[in-house]
């Protein structure tokens, strides 16, 4: 169904019980699988007036029963950029943005205002509250609660919330240089292992990268205003650590702290 008021680009596929919204602005190349519904009222105890809209792009799949809803305000906009994957029932509420090539994956859910950058990947089930930052390529793990800024580039363990390294592959796949990939892993270090207060951190990342990926760092933590997912660097039990040949390192190594417990 397609309400009076909706706007549809080009060769669009909206499939059975799909609903485009009043206020809606739909890009080119668009796909709605069954139950999808883009332009739901917010969410509001109590709405204050005339919603807003929700502007989206170019060759995005929307599958079974995703639901992304307008903004809160009749000045706001909720959008979603180009080449993103919403998974089922994956949820997006009022006034949040999301970059390009974002995955949600299956019921993972956006609450109001959150902001995910270009090729974040959130995993099944995770939960980003209001007002919260996921940076670009950053990895956000299964069943996730994340009730801070995600920084950009990192892994968030789904367990714990907690940072666990850079998203690697992510890095790679995103077509980064060696060299950029190692300026962010020194600021990785910076950030979560230098042991400085936050202003002289922000004051290294400052004078130490002007100008690459890893020059992204230093302005989103300047802006955060719920603080950021900070690092767990000893996971308990049994891990598994991959480690990258790009950052020259071997392959794979396991460790198994319970056999090793019973063996000693």
Request: proline residues 4%.
């Amino acid at each position: 169904m397609v309400e009076a008021g909706a706007e549809i680009g080009d060769r669009c596929k909206l499939g059975p019980r799909s609903t485009v919204k009043s206020g809606v602005t739909l890009g080119c190349d668009n796909a709605l699988s069954e139950g999808a519904v883009l332009g739901g009222l917010p969410q509001l105890a109590a709405p204050t007036g005339p919603p807003g809209r929700l502007v989206v792009g170019d060759r995005n799949v929307f599958r079974e029963n995703v639901t992304v809803h307008l903004a809160m305000t009749e000045q706001g906009v909720t959008r979603i950029g180009n080449d993103c994957l919403l998974m089922v029932a994956s949820h997006v509420a009022h006034d949040c943005v999301v970059a390009d090539r974002v995955i949600l994956t299956n019921n993972v859910m956006l609450a109001g205002h959150v902001t995910v950058g270009e090729r974040a990947f959130l995993g099944g089930g995770s939960a980003v509250h209001q007002h919260c930052r996921v940076g670009r390529i950053a990895m956000v793990g299964g069943m996730a609660r994340i009730v801070q800024d995600v920084l950009p580039f990192v892994t968030i363990d789904g367990d714990t919330g907690a940072v666990v390294g850079l998203n690697r592959v992510g890095l790679r796949r995103s077509g980064m240089s060696r060299e950029e990939m190692a300026e962010i892993k020194e600021a990785y270090r910076i950030i979560y292992r230098s042991g400085e207060s936050f202003a002289d951190r922000l004051m290294m990342l400052s004078e130490r990268f002007q100008e690459g990926p890893a020059a992204e760092l230093e302005p989103f933590l300047r802006d955060t205003s719920r603080g950021y997912a900070r690092e767990r660097r000893s996971p308990p039990g049994g891990t598994i650590r991959v480690i990258d040949d790009a950052m020259d390192a071997p392959v794979l190594e396991m460790t198994e702290q319970k056999s090793k417990r019973r063996a000693g």
